[in-house]
């Protein structure tokens, strides 16, 4: 396998559609809507779930037309105490493709373990707050567009045209949920896709006429992308001080090819240029097939690295492809609890989980052959040459705190890069270091990662041990952010 295609799935090929925002949009807050309720998307029991589940479960579709042609799917825990004091989070999902089922894999309330059985993940964020998961946009997971015909069903899309759906959605979503307007409101997500996701989003509500209810107080991603060229720019650093390539490759990609330019080179579909041919060869070389990318400490699934192989058979293009988005599966964090070490197999689980009709019945899904990463999907990759960075500068300026980590063993997006524009964002809006770069340390008195403060508003901080230690170390971190207490760190 070709380094380069594990990347097809992270920097998906593009198209654009004609988009105006829909005029019901517009006429929700009109009184002749009949009042929606919640009650028939409670979830009564999920299969195999531990007994009790001490907290309320709801899922089903929000339909984004009147029409009901296009809806998008969520699941939402109740906190698992005090629901009605605690905040509110929007998570959103890691890849622009993909759906979000962060509910049963990363800090969700659950994990799949063998056959059909749900584990209790410790570190679950329903902890700390009443917590959203999206499938979005339309055509990820379980969301759907019926009809060809309708505005949404072309699956083709860009920033604004997610953040108009993710809008409707959380629109309606509060329409439903009334108990939760003026609620404390945060969007949250881990992953390159949330650089764009998240802020698109907060600047939407934010230029809204009126709140609808919602009451946005922060953002906060993990491994965002938020400037390609810094970015992506920042991979070969990553990757050699990570022992991933030689001294050789790392002057080559610091001379004539750098990670920015050498995916820029593999989305456009063109050719290679002779200088990243040799750097894609040597990564290619270098790099083993089944290393996860997006864990370089980690161990793979070989069940599914394996299953991958039984798959293909089409041609190599589309068979790397499928090889890549699935290989991609194991790289969100797992549960450690879950088996002995971390359980790196937990979403070919989820996969089996998804697929039981009695599963897709209790959680008000239609019947689907579920997949994490449906194609045909076509996402404008020309987003991703326009910043995001100032988009959250201003969201700062604007009063909205904002948390930004990285998990040290992410290649895309690697933190070296996310440091410096956090860093340099502070600069340009203003705001003074007010904690300095030092070690936190996590409720377990193990150094945690590394933070920086910039004030109330801005903060910095990286996650230390990789996929094994982000389940309880962003649960650190998402408290510390909704307490507005800032890390606890060393001395100087
Ligand atoms: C997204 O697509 C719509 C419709 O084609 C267009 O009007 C809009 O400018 C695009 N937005 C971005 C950020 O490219
Ligand atoms: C598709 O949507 C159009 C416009 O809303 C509607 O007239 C048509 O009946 C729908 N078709 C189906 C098969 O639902
Ligand atoms: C799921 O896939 C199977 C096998 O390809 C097919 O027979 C079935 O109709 C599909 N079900 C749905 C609901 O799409
Ligand atoms: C940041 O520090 C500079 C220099 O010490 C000072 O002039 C400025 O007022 C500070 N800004 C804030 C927002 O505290």
């Known amino acids: 396998m070709q380094t380069h295609q594990v990347i097809m799935v992270v920097i998906t090929t593009m198209a654009a559609s004609l988009f105006t925002m829909p005029s019901f949009i517009r006429a929700e807050s009109d009184a002749c809507q009949p009042p929606l309720t919640n009650e028939a998307d409670r979830i009564s029991s999920l299969p195999g779930q531990p007994e009790p589940v001490g907290f309320g479960q709801f899922s089903g579709y929000i339909a984004l037309d009147d029409q009901l042609q296009s809806r998008l799917f969520y699941y939402f825990a109740e906190a698992a105490t005090n629901p009605a004091s605690k905040p509110l989070v929007l998570w959103l999902g890691d890849q622009l493709e993909c759906s979000n089922f962060g509910a049963f894999s990363g800090n969700g309330p659950f994990s799949p373990v063998c056959g059909n059985v749900l584990a209790t993940n410790k570190y679950t964020f329903n902890q700390e707050a009443n917590i959203i998961y999206l499938d979005s946009p339309t055509g990820t997971g379980f969301s ?16 604004t045209v997610i953040a108009t759906q993710n809008m409707i959605f ?72 990570h022992g991933l390539i030689s001294d050789k490759t790392h002057v080559l990609m610091e001379t004539f090819c750098n990670g920015a330019k050498w995916l820029r080179e593999i989305y456009s579909g063109s050719p290679f240029s002779t200088a990243c041919k040799e750097v894609d060869d040597r990564l290619s070389a270098e790099i083993p097939d089944g290393l996860d990318m997006q864990d370089v400490s980690s161990d793979t699934c070989l069940a599914i690295f394996g299953l991958s192989s039984r798959i293909t058979g089409g041609s190599k293009f589309e068979s790397s492809k499928l090889f890549s988005s699935i290989r991609s599966l ?47 999907f076509h996402y404008d990759k020309r ?8 988009m959250v500068g201003s969201l700062v300026m604007k009063g909205i705190r904002v948390l930004i980590y990285s998990i040290d063993e992410v290649t895309f997006v690697p933190f070296l890069g996310t440091r410096v524009l956090v860093s340099d964002l502070a600069d340009k809006v203003g705001l003074n270091t007010t904690v300095p770069y030092r070690g936190w340390f996590d409720t377990d008195k193990q150094v945690g990662g590394w933070t ?33 207490k800032p890390l606890p760190v060393s001395k100087a």
Request: glycine fraction near 8%; include cysteine; charge should be positive.
């Open 144 to 159: 759907f567009s019926a009809n060809t015909t309708t505005t949404f069903a072309t699956y083709i899309y860009n920033d």
């Open 170 to 241: 959380l629109t309606r979503w509060f329409q439903k949920y009334a108990e939760y307007k003026n609620r404390d409101f945060y969007i949250a997500g881990q992953g390159y896709a949330t650089g764009r996701s998240v802020p698109f989003l907060a600047n939407r509500i934010l230029r809204g006429s009126t709140t609808n209810g919602i009451n946005l107080k922060g953002i906060m991603m993990g491994n965002p992308l938020l400037n390609f060229n810094t970015d992506m720019g920042s991979i070969g650093d990553f990757l050699w001080s």
């Open 330 to 376: 194991t790289a969100s964090p797992s549960h450690e609890e879950v088996s002995e070490g971390t359980d790196v197999c937990v979403k070919e689980k989820i996969i089996k989980y998804l697929n039981r009709k009695d599963v897709q019945g209790a959680l008000h899904a239609r019947t689907t052959n579920w997949t994490a990463c449906p194609r045909p």
């Open 383 to 390: 987003g991703f040459e326009t910043p995001t960075v100032d």
């Open 452 to 484: 920086e403060a910039y004030g109330e508003m801005l903060t910095y901080a990286s996650i230390r041990g990789g996929s094994s230690k982000v389940a309880k170390r962003s649960l650190s971190l998402l408290r510390s952010f909704l307490e507005r």
